[in-house]
Nanobody, 126 residues
Framework: QLQLVESGGGLVQPGGSLRLSCAAS????????IAWFRQAPGKRREGVSCINRSDGSTHYIDSVKGRATISRDNAKNTVYLQLNNLKPEDTAVYYC???????????????????WGQGTQVTVSS
Protein backbone atom coordinates (compact mmCIF):
# COMPACT_ATOMS: atom_id res chain seq x y z
CA GLN A 1 0.00 0.00 0.00
CA LEU A 2 1.38 3.37 -1.04
CA GLN A 3 1.30 5.82 1.81
CA LEU A 4 2.69 9.18 2.90
CA VAL A 5 2.57 10.15 6.54
CA GLU A 6 3.41 13.66 7.71
CA SER A 7 4.44 14.63 11.21
CA GLY A 8 6.16 17.43 13.05
CA GLY A 9 3.51 20.11 13.04
CA GLY A 10 2.43 21.97 16.13
CA LEU A 11 1.94 25.30 17.83
CA VAL A 12 4.94 27.60 17.75
CA GLN A 13 5.54 31.24 18.55
CA PRO A 14 6.49 33.70 15.83
CA GLY A 15 10.17 33.37 15.11
CA GLY A 16 10.21 29.72 16.08
CA SER A 17 11.10 26.66 14.01
CA LEU A 18 9.58 23.35 13.07
CA ARG A 19 10.77 20.40 11.05
CA LEU A 20 8.06 18.61 9.15
CA SER A 21 8.60 15.02 8.09
CA CYS A 22 6.97 13.00 5.36
CA ALA A 23 7.61 9.26 5.52
CA ALA A 24 6.80 7.12 2.52
CA SER A 25 5.93 3.46 2.46
CA UNK A 26 5.17 1.15 -0.42
CA UNK A 27 7.28 3.08 -2.90
CA UNK A 28 10.65 4.80 -3.19
CA UNK A 29 10.63 8.56 -2.87
CA UNK A 30 13.72 9.25 -4.94
CA UNK A 31 11.90 8.18 -8.09
CA UNK A 32 9.35 10.96 -7.70
CA UNK A 33 9.16 14.69 -7.58
CA ILE A 34 8.14 15.66 -4.09
CA ALA A 35 6.36 18.78 -2.96
CA TRP A 36 5.11 20.37 0.20
CA PHE A 37 1.80 22.19 -0.08
CA ARG A 38 -0.13 24.10 2.52
CA GLN A 39 -3.70 25.20 2.93
CA ALA A 40 -4.86 27.90 5.28
CA PRO A 41 -8.53 28.22 6.28
CA GLY A 42 -10.56 29.71 3.45
CA LYS A 43 -7.63 29.72 1.06
CA ARG A 44 -6.52 27.61 -1.85
CA ARG A 45 -3.92 24.92 -1.40
CA GLU A 46 -0.57 26.32 -2.49
CA GLY A 47 2.79 24.82 -3.24
CA VAL A 48 5.55 25.77 -0.82
CA SER A 49 8.64 23.84 -1.83
CA CYS A 50 9.59 20.91 -4.03
CA ILE A 51 12.36 18.61 -5.18
CA ASN A 52 12.64 17.70 -8.85
CA ARG A 53 12.94 13.98 -9.52
CA SER A 54 15.13 14.57 -12.56
CA ASP A 55 18.09 16.23 -10.86
CA GLY A 56 17.22 16.75 -7.21
CA SER A 57 17.07 20.51 -7.60
CA THR A 58 14.81 22.38 -5.23
CA HIS A 59 12.40 25.27 -5.38
CA TYR A 60 10.82 27.55 -2.80
CA ILE A 61 8.05 30.05 -3.13
CA ASP A 62 9.07 33.61 -2.40
CA SER A 63 7.26 33.83 0.92
CA VAL A 64 9.37 31.06 2.48
CA LYS A 65 12.63 31.54 0.58
CA GLY A 66 15.47 31.90 3.03
CA ARG A 67 13.37 30.45 5.85
CA ALA A 68 12.66 26.95 4.55
CA THR A 69 14.80 24.00 3.56
CA ILE A 70 13.51 20.89 1.83
CA SER A 71 15.61 17.75 2.01
CA ARG A 72 15.33 14.04 1.37
CA ASP A 73 16.83 11.12 3.26
CA ASN A 74 16.81 8.20 0.84
CA ALA A 75 17.87 5.71 3.49
CA LYS A 76 14.82 6.61 5.57
CA ASN A 77 12.60 7.19 2.54
CA THR A 78 11.58 10.45 4.16
CA VAL A 79 11.37 14.06 3.06
CA TYR A 80 11.71 16.98 5.44
CA LEU A 81 10.71 20.60 5.42
CA GLN A 82 12.60 22.73 7.90
CA LEU A 83 10.78 25.97 8.63
CA ASN A 84 12.56 28.75 10.48
CA ASN A 85 11.57 32.23 11.59
CA LEU A 86 7.95 31.21 11.37
CA LYS A 87 5.32 33.87 10.87
CA PRO A 88 1.58 33.87 11.64
CA GLU A 89 0.90 33.76 7.91
CA ASP A 90 2.62 30.36 7.78
CA THR A 91 -0.30 28.91 9.74
CA ALA A 92 -1.85 26.16 7.64
CA VAL A 93 -2.20 22.44 7.20
CA TYR A 94 0.92 21.22 5.46
CA TYR A 95 0.77 18.31 3.04
CA CYS A 96 3.46 16.36 1.24
CA UNK A 97 2.76 14.91 -2.16
CA UNK A 98 4.60 12.95 -4.82
CA UNK A 99 4.22 12.68 -8.55
CA UNK A 100 5.99 11.50 -11.67
CA UNK A 101 6.38 15.08 -12.84
CA UNK A 102 8.06 15.47 -16.19
CA UNK A 103 8.44 19.24 -15.91
CA UNK A 104 9.98 21.52 -13.32
CA UNK A 105 8.14 21.01 -10.05
CA UNK A 106 7.80 24.73 -9.32
CA UNK A 107 4.50 24.84 -11.21
CA UNK A 108 2.87 22.96 -8.28
CA UNK A 109 0.02 21.52 -10.36
CA UNK A 110 -2.09 19.71 -7.79
CA UNK A 111 -3.65 17.23 -10.18
CA UNK A 112 -0.23 15.95 -11.23
CA UNK A 113 0.57 14.72 -7.74
CA UNK A 114 -0.67 11.17 -7.28
CA UNK A 115 -0.02 10.50 -3.63
CA TRP A 116 -0.84 12.77 -0.71
CA GLY A 117 -0.37 12.59 2.98
CA GLN A 118 -3.07 13.38 5.51
CA GLY A 119 -1.54 16.71 6.48
CA THR A 120 -0.02 18.16 9.63
CA GLN A 121 -1.21 21.36 11.28
CA VAL A 122 1.23 24.23 11.76
CA THR A 123 -0.01 27.08 13.93
CA VAL A 124 2.13 30.15 14.49
CA SER A 125 0.77 32.30 17.26
CA SER A 126 1.89 34.13 20.37
Amino acid sequence: QLQLVESGGGLVQPGGSLRLSCAASGFTLDQYSIAWFRQAPGKRREGVSCINRSDGSTHYIDSVKGRATISRDNAKNTVYLQLNNLKPEDTAVYYCATGLISYYCSYYVLNDYDHWGQGTQVTVSS
